[in-house]
């Protein structure tokens, strides 16, 4: 033990645990850290080589007998039924299904959906219904025969600390000095600050900032293996991560059919794992981002105020130097292109994170530190309960270059590090001054990307500055790019009009010139309608709806492309031979979608198990539209079909549609014979079979089982048209 460790156990006994236990028990289990360190706790309390050799024993044993691993869920449900009951380790989910009207439980590893649960359990925590908590849960067996569930849930207790005393926590920070208390921050997390340098201390307790910190956007760019997920995942109960995917309104913010709101109203961070592959489908998605960044606010027919912050973090794969030497590239190249630079300039925080050491033992403690849990606890009050804002307003004196979210992004970053390093107390002059370079720098980083990219000088003040306790005032520089021209000068190349002489001399006519976004990064030119005349050919051939793209992604580089008038869709009439592939819902159906809410399918076949199969498909169609909101389903049974299955069935398709933020409504109309399918925008698609014109597979395991596009099918004709 080091004179931090005898500082440390002194003061804050029961609530420190050594990290290199952690590091052993680790290796092999797939637990977040803050569930180990919640057992290391409770058996490892002690400083004697045998009771912690003893605890060590306990904690393996019990995630021997109570974690479930997922190749193990089979006999983990034997064992609740034999024993009669039995407590797990694992992340609980609840899910409230409408048209059963109760709530049903599930365990990640323990593959049971319907795991009955009572309300006593889940009403007073909200976590449990959107992404789910670690627990210790005790599932017992239900052996009443008439009941539809074989589990139940007897006790629940989340994984985290129960009380938590912050005065003390605060009084005990007042024993420590400020790089003391940085370095146990820094050890609480796993790490040894003793193998990083000043800067790096400051990386890692920026990537901390969006836990203490509401509303905090930031974003961290670098090369693979630096855990720049591991705190979102690991350190925090009161963080979430996304991995890559689908990001939605219904999902992050407001589902307006089931009136509840998304992952912000319920997390204090939410975490984007690999920026650079999420799918957004929806404009509006990014409209509400923008909203909720700026002010933590947004509306979706209801006003909703939450406090989360959100965290980007992603991978650059190019060399950072020759980024910022280059005059084609920025910072932000791994952005999706739905990220454009109103997004960009809501970001507080850029953190290098290509100056971050790549994870490995030699940066892990084996000294005592926090129990991640109670230091979670601490950040946790802090962003509900501490603001520092008009502290940090009061001594902070910013220069002229300094913008309005230039400013809010450096508060807030300075208000993040008061929080983690000086809990109740105010930092020295010095220090306090330190802070605000970093977030200077940090916050320039930003703009300087963002003044590349634009044309214009909108971005160009990135020379952000503050006034040192001596008056002076200092230009805080991004080390990577200080004597980058590219970076600090970028050439603003002009955008040259359509040549007026080049159009008369070959006889262009009818040419007009528009420019529009330039904040996306390209300028199109439009040419309505040319028409070329060639007088010595004796012909005459018209080129409609061109567009001249303009790719600007740097100024200084102009690529031109040609790309294709966009065409409308028209009516059809058409025949789908016997044997025909080629023909899936998606290509029936998608070009009609445009701008359509709500569609209405009549089809009497949605009865058996493959036509409910193709309805679901279809509804896999017709969600790619992101205007889509409804749809109505209107079929048809007969004596022998199984209506209670088929109602179960679509109901499931129902709650599925929901999560989603689509409305289905099922109506079964007995005297309904034709098909037809109407979209609220005046397009009728009428099939002749319904979405039953596909043949049998011969076989479960050949092409075009699942790719429709690829099935043979029967013939049938289509009719595509349009009703006023």
Not at 398 to 427: M, Q, W, Y
Not at 678 to 695: A, C, E, P
């Amino acid at each position: 033990m080091d004179n931090l460790d005898k500082k440390i156990t002194e003061l804050f006994d029961g609530k420190v645990v050594r990290k290199d236990l952690l590091h052993r028990i680790k290796k092999g289990t797939n637990v977040p850290t803050f569930v180990l360190e919640f057992l290391l706790a409770r058996y490892c309390a002690s400083d004697e080589p045998d009771e912690i050799q003893e605890g060590m024993e306990a904690v393996l044993e019990t995630l021997q007998d109570n974690y479930v691993r997922p190749n193990e869920a089979n006999t983990a449900q034997s064992k609740v039924a034999t024993k009669g009951s039995h407590r797990f380790i694992d992340k609980v989910h609840v899910r409230y299904v409408e048209k059963e009207k109760r709530h049903w439980a599930s365990l990640e590893n323990f593959n049971s959906q319907r795991i009955a649960i009572g309300q006593k359990f889940y009403k007073d925590n909200d976590r449990l219904l959107e992404g789910g908590i670690w627990a210790e849960v005790t599932l017992a067996y239900n052996d009443i025969e008439e009941d539809k569930y074989a589990f139940y849930v007897e006790d629940l207790r989340p994984i985290q600390l129960s009380r938590f005393d912050f005065k003390k926590y605060g009084q005990g920070r007042k024993a420590f000095s400020r790089d003391e208390w940085l370095d146990l921050i820094l050890r609480s997390v796993g790490l040894e600050p003793g193998k990083l340098n000043h800067r790096q201390k400051f990386h890692f307790i920026n990537r901390l900032a969006p836990l203490v910190e509401a509303n905090y956007n930031f974003i961290e760019l670098g090369p693979r293996g630096t855990g720049k997920s591991y705190f979102f995942s690991e350190f925090s109960p009161y963080s979430t991560l996304i991995s890559g995917g689908q990001a939605t309104k219904a999902t992050l913010f407001y589902n307006n059919n089931r009136k509840k709101i998304g992952l912000v109203g319920f997390w204090d961070t939410v975490a984007f794992d690999e920026v650079g592959g999420i799918k957004i489908k929806d404009p509006d998605t990014i409209q509400i981002m923008k909203d909720f960044m700026a002010n933590g606010r947004f509306s979706r027919g209801v006003e909703v105020i939450a406090d989360a912050s959100l965290a980007f973090v992603g991978n650059i794969d190019q060399s950072v130097k020759q980024i910022v030497n280059s005059s084609e590239y920025d910072l932000f190249q791994p952005l999706p292109p739905q990220f454009d630079l109103a997004v960009m300039d809501r970001f507080a925080s850029y953190i290098p994170g290509w100056e971050m050491p790549k994870t490995s033992s030699a940066y892990l403690t084996g000294n005592y530190g926090f129990i991640t849990d109670y230091l979670a606890e601490a950040f946790h009050y802090q962003l509900k309960h501490s603001n520092r804002f008009e502290e940090v307003s009061c001594r902070i004196k910013l220069g002229n270059s300094v913008e309005g979210r230039d400013e809010k992004g450096i508060k807030k970053t300075v208000c993040a590090f008061l929080k983690i390093l000086h809990p109740e107390d105010s930092p020295s002059d010095r220090d306090f001054e330190a802070y605000v370079a970093y977030a200077i720098e940090n916050r320039r980083r930003i703009k300087e990307q963002m003044n590349k990219r634009k044309p214009d000088d909108e971005f160009a003040k990135i020379d952000l500055s503050y006034f040192a306790e001596d008056g002076n005032e200092v230009v805080v520089y991004c080390p990577e790019s200080k004597s980058a021209q590219a970076t600090q000068n970028p050439v603003r190349s002009e955008l040259e009009s359509v040549d007026q002489e080049a159009f008369s001399k070959n006889g262009l006519k009818n040419k007009k010139s528009t420019i529009e976004n330039p904040v996306e990064g390209f300028v199109e030119r439009v040419v309505e309608e040319v028409v070329e005349e060639s007088i010595e050919e004796g012909t005459e051939s018209s080129i409609k709806g061109v567009v001249e793209k303009t790719t600007i992604n740097n100024p200084g580089k102009i690529t031109k492309k040609i790309a294709e008038e966009k065409t409308e869709p028209v009516e059809q009439h058409l025949s789908i031979l016997y044997g025909d592939t080629g023909h899936s819902y998606e290509s029936i159906i998608s070009a009609y979608l445009e701008n359509g809410k709500e569609i209405t399918i009549e089809d009497p076949y949605i009865r058996s198990n493959h036509q409910i199969h193709n309805f679901v498909r279809f509804c896999e169609a017709v969600i790619k539209s992101p205007t889509i909101r409804k749809i109505n389903l209107i079929t048809s049974y007969d004596e022998f079909t199984p209506l209670v299955e088929l109602q179960d069935k679509l109901g499931e398709l129902q709650q599925s549609l929901l999560e989603m933020d689509i409305e289905l409504n099922i109506e079964i109309n007995p005297q309904l014979h034709d098909r037809e399918i109407r979209i609220d925008n005046g397009w009728v698609i009428k099939i002749g079979r319904g979405l039953d014109f596909y043949q049998k597979p011969d076989s479960w395991y050949e092409i075009g089982v699942n790719d429709l596009s690829l099935r043979k099918c029967l013939e049938t004709k289509v009719d595509i048209f349009r009703k006023e």
